[in-house]
């Protein structure tokens, strides 16, 4: 990312062509289903894993995932997905 | 979803465990070569994961560079099943060969059974169905039902119906016999009362009355003579011959069905206790030839029921029964009944009694019950008297018509 201005300008053509944001701007998308899966998608690694908490590495931050009963249901080099039981989803960019 | 887990299923994949400081970094690493790995999870002192046969020999490598040591903790898919089968080649060949021979025999027809047969022997057309081509032996496929049952119904004229059904090895062959309608022969014959009771309506087909309404009949009396008297010509001389014909027609009459019931004002009831006990015994071709049990049965008055039940029909050639005698304890209870409760009893008791002598289908047209003296002490008694209108016509001789 290079700066707020040109992010803010990118952001606005996303709009304008109607493109999926996280393609253009290169931001994980996050699919949470109840509190049992979750998949994210544009990933950059897994920082920590362990049945509590999870956090992954992503464009512009870090995504932790906590709760209870984790299991890496799959790793894949661009999305990941998550099962068990999900608490907390946090962002930190 | 990229990971096919059915393909991983068939192919093999393994289960492994990750010990050391960076695991995270071992993960990074595969997960950046395109290594699929699924079901990851952590544990206090390793991870575990799950990965496919071909890629364990790259993640060697890495678990190097990354400083973790694997262990292969399960091995698992259908490639590991067959070569484990593999060493055992004759378990195998022995389960398809049973297999193959199950299903091979099961392709034949071993029993003939006939069922619904009356009057025609079951040997009878078992032969008949053997001439057919349907024997013990035949093939299954070389059978064409419909064929056997068309050549049966051909052979035998008895038959109305058959059916050929194959169920497993067995063959059944269901035969509905003629049901030969019975000739009604024109023999003269006279109508007479079947019941007592007093004549209200006389229909006459062919015959003669010979009551009127009003009259009281008794069973037995002739109602319908069954003669012509044709009518004397005008002005010829001769009398014309009476012709015996059969009588046709129908009386209807009032008839009486009395009950007469009693109730004692002490009375004594038979209850069972709820204590039984039973006697097996094992009759092989009607000859008793085990029996278990008690001989005597210990309880003062009981009643006993027996239920008979054949084994093995159809597999030995012999009948083989089971006689299940059950003997219930009954205790006589006396009960002291007020007059009115007694009443109603000997009321109920004359009103079955009456009601089980009423043909079906008749519809009772008037109920009397009365008080009557029973005649002895310490008893009540009641009449229960029903009327019906009905036909009481029959036929002298029955068996035509």
């Known amino acids: 990312m290079s700066g707020k201005g040109a992010g803010k300008w990118r952001q606005s053509l996303a709009d304008l062509l109607e493109l999926p944001r996280e393609i ?3 931001l994980p998308r996050l699919t949470v289903i109840g509190n049992l899966q979750c998949y994210l998608e544009n990933h950059r690694g897994v920082i920590e894993y362990s049945s509590e908490k999870v956090r992954l590495s992503v464009n512009g931050g870090e995504v932790t995932i906590s709760g209870s009963d984790l299991v890496i249901r799959y790793l894949g080099s661009e999305e990941v997905a998550i099962d068990g039981t999900i608490n907390t989803v946090r962002y930190e960019f | 979803m990229s990971i096919p887990k059915i393909r991983y299923a068939i192919t093999g994949y393994l289960e492994i465990s990750v010990e050391g400081r960076a695991t995270e970094k071992f993960i990074n690493l595969a997960m950046h070569q395109g290594i699929p790995l699924w079901n990851i999870r952590h544990g206090a002192e390793y991870a575990v994961l799950n990965t496919d046969v071909d890629s364990f020999f790259d993640l060697r490598h890495l678990a190097k560079r990354s400083g973790c040591r694997l262990r292969i903790r399960r091995k698992a898919g259908l490639a590991f099943l067959v070569s484990r089968l593999n060493r055992r080649r004759g378990l195998v060949a022995g389960l398809l060969i049973f297999v193959a021979t199950l299903y091979t025999l099961s392709s034949f027809v071993l029993f003939v059974s006939v069922e619904g047969n009356e009057r025609l022997k079951a040997e009878h057309i078992r032969r008949l169905a053997a001439d057919a081509g349907a024997r013990p032996g035949v093939a299954k496929w070389r059978l064409n039902k419909d064929e056997v049952a068309h050549q049966l119904i051909l052979a035998e004229p008895e038959l109305a119906w058959v059916g050929v059904q194959i169920r497993g090895t067995r063959m059944v062959i269901e035969v509905k016999e003629k049901i030969k309608s019975p000739v009604a022969f024109e023999q003269p014959g006279h109508l007479v009362a079947a019941k007592d009771g007093l ?8 015959g003669v009355a010979r009551v009127a309404p009003g009259d009281t009949v008794s069973k037995g009396q002739v109602l319908i003579e069954g003669a012509l008297r044709p009518q004397a010509e005008q002005g010829g001389t001769t009398v014309p011959q009476t012709v015996a014909v059969r009588a046709r027609g129908e009386v209807w009459a009032r008839v009486w069905y009395e009950g007469y019931g009693e109730a004692a004002l002490l009375e004594t009831e038979r209850v069972p206790t709820g204590r039984h006990v039973a006697v097996w015994t094992l009759l092989v071709d009607g000859q008793p030839v085990l029996r278990v049990g008690r001989r005597q049965v210990p309880y003062l008055d009981y009643e006993q029921s027996a239920v008979r039940s054949a084994i093995f029909k159809g597999i030995l050639p012999f009948p083989v029964e089971l006689v299940t005698e059950s003997n219930y304890e009954i205790e006589r209870r006396k009960q002291r009944l007020t007059l009115k409760q007694a009443h109603e009893l000997a009321a109920e008791r004359a009103r079955f009694l009456a009601e089980i ?14 008080n009557q003296n029973p005649g002895r002490e310490g008893f009540v008694g009641v009449r229960h008297v029903l009327e019906t209108r009905e036909n009481i016509a029959e036929d002298e001789n029955p068996g035509g018509d």
Request: aromatic share 0%.
């Open chain 2, 357 to 370: 002598q009423l043909p079906g289908g008749v519809a009772v047209e008037n109920v009397a019950v009365t």
């Open chain 2, 199 to 206: 004549v209200d309506e006389v229909l006459v087909i062919s």
């Open chain 1, 24 to 26: 253009v701007l290169n």
